[in-house]
C-alpha cells in the first residue's frame, strides 16, 4: 500500500508541474512574443534546477537553434519596418507637396493598400453629415468646398455613397 501511494505521490507531482509549465506556456502565448515567451521559459527551467526534464530540455542544442532563428528574423523584420517608415514619410511628405503646390492627390488606395473604388460609406446618414474623398481633406484646404459632399437626412432609409476614381463622392 504504501508503494502504490508514493507511486500516486509520483504521478500527482509530475502532473502538476506539467499543469504549471501549460498555464506558464499559455500566460506568455497571451502576453509576449514568441522570443519572450521562450526566454521565459528557459529562466522558469532554470529554476528548476539541472536534474530537472524541464530544465534538460530547454538546453538542448534545438532549443538554442530555435532561439538563434527567432532573434535573426526579429532583426531582419525591425530593419524592414525602419525602411518602411522611411519610405511611408517620404511618400507623405510628396503627397503634401502635390496638395499643396498644384492641387493634385494621391488616392488612398495607392497608400493603404485599397482597391479602386472601395471606399464607401454605407447608413443611415442624419443632415450636415461632410464626406471628403481624401483624408487630408477633413480639415478643410483649397478646393475641400467642391470636392466636399454634405448629407441630408435620410430619415431612416439606408445610402450608400462611394468614392470614384476620380476622386469626387457620388451617391451609389
Known amino acids: 500500500r ?3 501511494v508514493a507511486t500516486i505521490e ?6 502538476a508541474a506539467a499543469i504549471g509549465r501549460t498555464a506558464l506556456i499559455e500566460r506568455a502565448k497571451e ?3 514568441r522570443a519572450d515567451m521562450l526566454d521565459q521559459l528557459i529562466a522558469a ?3 528548476r534546477g539541472t536534474n530537472d526534464p524541464f530544465y534538460r530540455r530547454t538546453q538542448d542544442r534545438y532549443v538554442r537553434i530555435m532561439r538563434r532563428n527567432i532573434t535573426n528574423r526579429l532583426s531582419q523584420a525591425s530593419g524592414s519596418l525602419v525602411r518602411t517608415r522611411e519610405l511611408e514619410e ?10 499643396e503646390g498644384f492641387g493634385v492627390s494621391l488616392p488612398d488606395h ?3 493598400g485599397w482597391s479602386l473604388g472601395g471606399v464607401r460609406a454605407e447608413g443611415v446618414f442624419g443632415a450636415g453629415v461632410r464626406l471628403v474623398p481624401w483624408k487630408h481633406l477633413v480639415e478643410g484646404g483649397p478646393g475641400s468646398q467642391k470636392d466636399t459632399v454634405v ?9 450608400v455613397f462611394v468614392r470614384t476614381l476620380g476622386g469626387t463622392i457620388e451617391q451609389a
Not at 517620404?90 to 496638395?99: F, N, V
Open 31 to 33: 502576453e509576449c512574443s
Open 110 to 112: 495607392v497608400l493603404a
Open 151 to 159: 448629407t441630408e437626412d435620410s430619415e431612416g432609409e439606408r445610402r
Open 90 to 99: 517620404r511618400i507623405e511628405q510628396a503627397r503634401t507637396r502635390l496638395w
Open 45 to 47: 527551467a532554470r529554476k
Open 10 to 15: 509520483k504521478i500527482e507531482a509530475r502532473i
Open 2 to 4: 504504501d508503494r502504490v
